[in-house]
């Protein structure tokens, strides 16, 4: 059933008058994505926030896959590791780069024996910056394809990625959504956004899906403002566009990592609260191995650890008697 076309302007309408709930809603669902650690430092500081996070249930947690699969075996032990000894649903991010369809599949066929049964398929980036993107000789050509390759290998759950300010290879959004509907009818469950700093970005592009066809559920992608500078940098590649005002509610703030940190939370918890108001129920974080921040929008968004959760909702019922 393709769900219903939504006026952005009443979002943003619905937004405003709808409050920010310190009680738990009982109906936000959140994911998590981390990238595979390089140093014992670092490997130390993911293992740290998977723990900080995990209390809060998560529906998955996926790991990245560097361009040119740089970080394959890096990123199957992570995931591995994840699923075997966490009780988390763990996903790996696959693609196509440099590698040929039955390198992809063995790939996909080691994380099955891994207990992995979600994959985030990706078409993936170049492996060297500035030149365009090519097919690998016998490799899948695009994401689209190497959804229908999984479909053909194992059950596997499959997420791939949506982008509201369309895909910097895309000709055009029209084009870029019809590559989302081919995704989408490949075998795809969910498509997961590039971040985004506006509501409207996600509301239209919802929207768009919806006319052309995609029903399946489509998850708002969060990042969290650690550095500006870094994300700005990020978003210039990626097309995503940086609003004037967050520019203006970073400044002065790169001696003040505490300050900064507590903008950042409100920044993005204010979004996701927008999201909601217009019917989001599911969000994912893009952490970058940090838990602070994610933790804290998930608080203040009434998402909070099974016991904590179980006695608010005990609390709110005796206030309701």
Known sequence: ????????????????????????????????????????????????????????????????????????????????RIARETNMAAAAHLTCVEATK???????????????????????????????????????????ALVEGLRKL???????????????????PQTDIDNLKRKMDA???????????????????????ARAGIDAEIVPGIMPVMSFGAVSRMSAMCGT????????LFEGLD???????LVSATIAAELCRRLYAGGVREFHFYTLNRAELAYAICHLLGVRPKTDAAALQAAARETAI
């Open 1 to 80: 059933m393709t769900p219903p076309i939504l006026n952005p302007a009443r979002e943003e309408q619905m937004a405003h008058a709808s409050p920010l709930f310190a009680a738990v809603p009982g109906d936000i669902a959140v994911s998590f994505e981390f990238f595979p650690p390089k140093t014992d430092k670092m490997h130390a500081q993911l293992w740290s926030a998977i723990e900080t996070l995990a209390p809060l249930d998560p529906r998955f947690v996926s790991v990245t896959y560097g361009a040119g699969g740089s970080t394959r075996e890096r990123t199957h032990d992570t995931v591995a």
């Open 102 to 144: 039955e390198e992809v599949d063995a790939v996909a066929d080691a994380y099955w024996q891994a207990g992995v049964r979600h994959i985030v398929a990706l078409r993936g980036d170049p492996p060297e910056k500035g030149k365009p993107y090519s097919t690998h000789p016998g490799g899948y050509e695009n994401a689209a």
């Open 154 to 172: 194992h059950p596997f759950e499959i997420s791939v990625a949506a982008y509201p300010e369309c895909h910097p290879d895309s000709a055009d």
């Open 187 to 209: 075998g795809a469950n969910r498509a997961i956004t590039q971040f985004f700093f506006e509501p409207d970005t996600f509301f239209r592009f919802r929207d768009d899906a």
């Open 241 to 248: 566009d940086v609003p004037s005002w967050m520019a203006t």
């Open 255 to 261: 001696d003040h990592p505490e300050a900064r940190q």
